[in-house]
C-alpha cells in the first residue's frame, strides 16, 4: 500500500511563509502528478497547487503569485511554497498522488492556521 506523508504545517502569522513537504512511498516512475489540496472549516477540499510529471502546474486563482509547487528530481516528493499567507489560507492541506496507470493515494493532512 503507498502511503504519503505530509510535514510542515503549522501556526504561522499573517504575512508569513511556510514550506510544507509530501512524498509517497511507491514507485517514482509510476507517478503522473502530485499536488495539494486545502479544506477550510465548513468547506469542501479544493485544489491549491498541481505538478505533472511533464513540469506542467496548476495553481487556484488565490494562490497565483505567492504559492510555488516544486518536485524532486526523482518525482515522488513536492514542496509547497507559500508566502505572504493570510488567514484566508487557514485550512487543512492534503497531499494528493496520482500513480501510474489511474491511482489516487491521499496523505492524512497537515493543519495550517495563519492568524491575524
Known amino acids: 500500500q503507498v502511503q504519503v506523508v505530509e510535514s510542515g504545517g503549522g501556526l504561522v502569522q499573517a504575512g508569513g511563509s511556510l514550506r510544507l513537504s509530501c512524498a509517497h512511498s511507491?514507485?517514482?516512475?509510476?507517478?503522473?502528478?502530485m499536488g495539494w489540496y486545502r479544506q477550510a472549516p465548513g468547506d469542501q477540499r479544493e485544489l491549491v497547487a498541481m505538478v505533472t510529471r511533464g513540469g506542467n502546474t496548476n495553481y487556484a486563482d488565490s494562490g497565483k503569485g505567492r504559492f510555488t509547487i516544486l518536485r524532486d528530481y526523482a518525482f515522488n516528493t513536492v514542496y509547497l511554497q507559500m508566502n505572504n499567507l493570510t488567514p484566508d489560507d487557514t485550512g487543512v492541506y492534503y497531499c494528493?498522488?496520482?500513480?501510474?496507470?489511474?491511482?489516487?493515494?491521499w496523505g492524512t493532512g497537515t493543519l495550517v492556521p495563519v492568524s491575524s
Open positions: 494528493h498522488t496520482r500513480l501510474y496507470p489511474a491511482a489516487d493515494y
Open positions: 511507491g514507485s517514482p516512475s509510476r507517478t503522473i502528478a
